[in-house]
């Protein structure tokens, strides 16, 4: 499984990003997709999370300033980020979870992007 994240930089405070993350080698439509993001010196957080129904769920920090989508044709899922504070900066790093047929779980991380914001 991989999972390649892309779409980050360098925003001004106020400003907006939409990161990427492509998965190739898992059941994608089967699974739940996340984005979690560190920022130095804290552990790592869930910022945003897709059911493979499409069901979703934010981070209060981030709540009416991201959407998380997904893409299954694409095998793809995105994050959209507006009024984007400095407080947001970290790597943000996608994740897929899914259980198999016969109950084994499955987590996999991509490489994570670095998202900075500059006041």
């Known amino acids: 499984v991989q999972l390649v994240e892309s779409g980050g930089g360098l925003v001004q405070a106020g400003g907006s990003l939409r990161l990427s993350c492509a998965a190739s080698?898992?059941?994608?439509?089967?699974?739940?997709m996340g984005w979690y993001r560190q920022a130095p010196g804290k552990q790592r957080e869930l910022v945003a999370v897709i059911s493979s129904g499409g069901s979703t769920n934010y981070a209060d920090s981030v709540k009416g300033r991201f959407t998380i989508s997904r893409d299954n044709a694409k095998n793809t899922v995105y994050l959209q980020m507006n009024s984007l504070k400095p407080e947001d900066t970290a790597v943000y790093y996608c994740?897929?979870?899914?259980?198999?047929?016969?109950?084994?779980?499955?987590?996999?991380w991509g490489q994570g992007t670095q998202v900075t914001v500059s006041s």
């Open positions: 080698g898992s059941p994608f439509s089967m699974t739940t």
């Open positions: 994740n897929s979870k899914w259980i198999g047929r016969l109950g084994s779980s499955y987590d996999y």
